[in-house]
């Protein structure tokens, strides 16, 4: 289908109820950065405080007679609110107006279409989008044949969202079908990793906290960077060689984000499945952000929730070089760097090796000198601290560090 080349006119509503006005402002400002990045454009913002949502229409009688007001005076194409919509409340409120209403959850869904790249990432996309919008079709039908494509209409299409339930129903199984072979197809690759004896390493953060630049400087990945939520979307994993030439993998996520809709976890499981199989953790974080403390958080909530905690992690504060005032670090070991500072890069490389030494344990070992192939494969496998030739043995002597499940280790050695 075809989607609006030209920026739409949006209006975004909030309630602030249990939250403090900090966080309120903050959770405002990132639905407006999330408009942006779905290329909108905000032209005004309502807000409203009262101690809950409105069963009926999220915001009370008289907001929602300003709002409609607002909507008219602005030419505004779509309002967006900052919270999940019931079905119930999408179909009261877009009953009172004849623009297009979405929420929060949708308007994600929507970044991740434009962002999905891989034929999974588009089927998980498609698949969260039909499942979000099912018990929504009564309210949504009318919306979209009337308001054609652009913000939270991407993905599955408007015909399709027009469609009974039953043939939404068989998209969805289609999809679930599909979603199961290229699930196992990603499954045998990463077996593939993991019986490999190379080191995997998995990027987890914040949306925008500088993941993809930090995994170009780290490796030769060319992946999209932008300054802009969600840049990433499909899992990338590529190989990068320490300064002791051992070769580990490094995985790169999707951004955390709070308030993640549940379907949005469970959409991009197969994402995050990338990680959780990682034996450490670099937990990138902007550390110039107003909201980092809240950043933090929410990764490591998330990272409980999918079983992943357990994992060592390493902190890398990114943005130094835009920190403004004095920099307090909360979680231990860290590194604070700049992803853009060649020498930072360089000493990031150094914590990396310092931090897997901890979890390593010693190995000594002894090559003949027709084993070449035999050396080459220990250093990149292991972190190699002493290599010397013996003349009068003619073998080399290796000193260093393995991961304790490694073959390079006690009784699982093999020559």
Excluded at 59 to 72: R, S, T
Excluded at 305 to 315: D, G, V
Aim: glycine letters at 6%; a negative charge; hydrophobic letters at 40%.
């Amino acid at each position: 289908m075809e989607t609006k080349t030209e920026t739409e006119r949006v209006i975004i509503v909030g309630v602030q109820t249990t939250e403090d006005q900090a966080d309120f402002h903050y959770s405002m400002e990132e639905l407006e950065q999330l408009t942006e990045t779905a290329q909108g454009q905000v032209v005004a913002a309502v807000t409203q405080k009262r101690e809950r949502v409105d069963g009926k229409t999220y915001i009370g009688k008289g907001k929602l007679n300003e709002l409609l007001h607002l909507v008219e005076e602005l030419a505004a194409d779509v309002v967006i609110f900052n919270y999940g919509l019931t079905p119930s409340q999408t179909r009261n409120i877009q009953e009172e107006m004849d623009v297009k209403v979405i929420d929060r959850t949708q308007l994600i869904l929507d970044i991740f279409a434009m962002r999905a790249q891989s034929k999974e990432g588009k089927l998980q996309v498609g698949l969260a989008q039909l499942q979000y919008l099912l018990p929504r079709l009564a309210g949504q039908g009318k919306n979209l044949s009337r308001l054609g494509g652009g913000i939270g209409t991407r993905g599955p299409g408007e015909t399709k969202l027009e469609s009974d339930r039953r043939h939404i129903r068989n998209q969805i199984r289609d999809i679930k079908k599909e979603l199961v072979e290229t699930q196992a197809h990603r499954k045998r690759s990463r077996d593939k990793r993991s019986q490999s004896e190379v080191v995997q390493i998995g990027l987890v953060g914040y949306t925008n906290a500088g993941k993809s630049t930090l995994l170009n400087q780290l490796t030769d990945a060319e992946t999209y960077e932008q300054n802009q939520l969600f840049a990433t979307l499909d899992p990338l994993t590529r190989k990068m060689v320490l300064p002791n030439e051992m070769h580990v993998t490094l995985t790169d996520t999707v951004g955390f984000i709070q308030d993640l809709p549940t379907q949005l976890v469970d959409a991009f499981h197969s994402t995050l499945e990338e990680t959780m199989e990682v034996d450490m953790i670099l937990h990138v974080v902007d550390a110039s952000a107003p909201n980092m403390l809240q950043h933090e958080a929410t990764v490591l909530k998330l990272l409980t929730e999918l079983k992943m905690n357990q994992i060592p992690i390493l902190t890398v504060y990114n943005k130094k070089d835009l920190i403004t005032g004095a920099f307090l670090p909360d979680y231990f070991p860290h590194i604070l760097m700049s992803a853009r500072d060649d020498a930072d890069i360089e000493q990031l490389k150094i914590e990396i090796i310092n931090y897997l030494k901890n979890m390593m344990v010693p190995y000594h070992k002894v090559v003949k000198a027709d084993q070449g192939d035999l050396l080459v494969k220990i250093k990149k496998e292991t972190l190699v601290e002493l290599l010397a030739f013996n003349e009068e043995t003619n073998q080399y002597e290796v000193s260093g560090y393995a991961m304790p499940h490694s073959k390079w280790i006690g009784a699982k050695e093999a020559e």
